[in-house]
């Protein structure tokens, strides 16, 4: 190895060194506190932040060439750039029936390799300057980021637009990706909880398509072909699905520029599936399977609403005193602290675009299971009997004005919600905005909430272990 290329080898590792270094605290406050919640509740009831008003400067910009348009946010404080995009509806539920797997196929193969470089050959040069990308396929959409130190900015645009514009798609790594993927179908249902939630989807959807595995199925990820992977691509990366958040150390000018060399050779439109509205049945109905576990599970999906539903914030609160809190809700003071039947017991909410939904889980020995169940049941009545105090209600929008903030302590984070404050049309004053949503809830709304999507009758249950 000659002494050049060990040196950039170094060079790399020190940059990735740094990059760590400077992510690390923002990266650890910035993560989804609310379960369970309490180092971060401790941490917002002594930080600063909590009396201040959240005022990013965010930015709507356009790109001078293609014209798409992005949320952009600059801040220089260290010089670490992060972009979140999410090309919306191209997520496995809209999957071709025949294909089931292929987004999740692609997701892994688009950093094997990509215009002239082999996979070893493009790994390489990202770690050497410290560039992390990197791509996932939920459900509705299909998501990527990217994270660069700005001396290497350029670089980093250029093998993002390479990975999305032309990937490779190299028979080997093709091969070796659906092996890693068969392997993990396999492997699937060695853990409880991962058995549990393929049957409870199944349950949940019925015959939707977010009943489908989000691995796909065996037998079309072994017949998907490279032109099958392309048409993928050609289909669900265009202009007119993307939504782009950009924050960090670069200027609009640059941000505008960077739009147009990383996305604007995609396609102005593409070819999604439509995907309905799932049609639940909240009738009280449970799915037991029996299985040999330590630990009994169970799940229970309530009714819902989406994002810019009139209900959202008042649920959003409830929701937060009954089961979301993390050790201090409703739900676990009585099943966790009280009885010690758990080792927790959540609820929070799942925004899926075809069916929003209130979910709650928790996992116990045999011999606890069903009085912690019928407490769930007992408590949850209860709450939808009488409610919340104004002392409850207080308390918990004081926790969530107070720690919203902290959301932001990362850059990683902030791009992730310029493109979800697009993605569900909140708004460009929405950071502004939010606390007074939270604020001027009162408790009659909050209440009526509470009876009328928090009630243990309307529920899809499941549960797996030894009964």
Do not use: C
């Not at 799940?299 to 008042?314: G, Q």
């Not at 927790?344 to 709650?360: E, F, H, R, T």
């Amino acid at each position: 190895m000659s002494r050049y290329y060990r040196s950039r080898r170094q060079s790399g590792k020190i940059k990735i060194l740094i990059l760590s270094l400077l992510l690390v605290v923002g990266v650890g406050l910035g993560i989804k506190y609310y379960k369970p919640g309490d180092i971060v509740r401790k941490v917002s009831d002594e930080s600063i932040v909590k009396s201040k008003p959240l005022n990013l400067p965010i930015k709507e910009i356009e790109a001078p060439k293609s014209k798409i348009k992005a949320y952009w946010f600059n801040d220089n404080t260290n010089p670490i750039i992060s972009i979140s995009f999410i090309f919306k509806n191209a997520g496995y539920a809209g999957e071709d029936l025949k294909k089931q797997g292929i987004s999740k196929l692609v997701a892994a193969l688009l950093v094997e390799g990509a215009g002239d470089f082999t996979a070893d050959e493009l790994k390489e040069e990202l770690e050497m300057r410290a560039i992390t990308i990197a791509f996932n396929s939920g459900k509705d959409d299909f998501e990527g980021e990217l994270l660069t130190t700005k001396d290497n900015l350029d670089k980093a645009v250029y093998f993002l637009r390479l990975m999305l514009t032309e990937p490779k798609f190299e028979i080997d790594g093709v091969k070796r990706v659906k092996l890693q993927m068969l392997e993990a179908l396999k492997r699937q249902k060695e853990q409880p909880a991962n058995e549990l939630r393929l049957i409870f989807a199944q349950e949940l959807y019925g015959n939707h398509p977010y009943a489908r595995n989000p691995l796909g199925k065996k037998e079309d990820i072994e017949n998907i072909s490279v032109g099958d992977l392309k048409s993928f691509v050609n289909n669900s990366f265009s202009k007119s699905n993307l939504v782009i958040g950009i924050a960090g150390d670069i200027s609009e000018s640059e941000a505008r520029t960077l739009i147009d060399d990383v996305f604007g050779r995609l396609p102005d439109t593409g070819k999604i599936n439509f995907v309905r509205k799932a049609d639940i049945k909240f009738d009280g109905r449970l799915r037991r399977v029996e299985r040999d576990s330590s630990q009994n599970i169970w799940l229970a999906a309530l009714p819902s609403v989406d994002r810019k539903h009139a209900d959202f914030y008042p649920l959003f609160v409830a929701n937060y005193v009954w089961g979301g809190a993390g050790l201090t809700s409703k739900l676990s003071q009585n099943i966790r602290e009280n009885e010690g039947l758990t080792y927790g017991i959540y609820s929070y909410q799942l925004l899926d675009d075809k069916a929003p939904l209130l979910m709650v889980s928790f996992s116990a020995t045999k011999d606890n299971f069903d009085k912690a169940k019928k407490i769930w049941e007992s408590e949850t009545r209860k709450f939808n009997k009488n409610g919340i105090s104004d002392k409850e209600l207080q308390k918990a929008k004081d926790y969530l004005i107070s720690s919203y903030n902290l959301r932001f302590a990362s850059i990683v984070n902030i791009a992730k919600i310029l493109s979800s404050m697009q993605k569900y049309n909140l708004g460009l004053d929405f950071l502004q905005k939010r606390n007074e949503y939270i604020s001027n809830i009162s408790i009659k709304e909050v209440n009526n909430v509470i009876k009328k999507y928090i009630n243990p009758q309307n529920t899809v249950e499941a549960e797996i272990g030894k009964f």
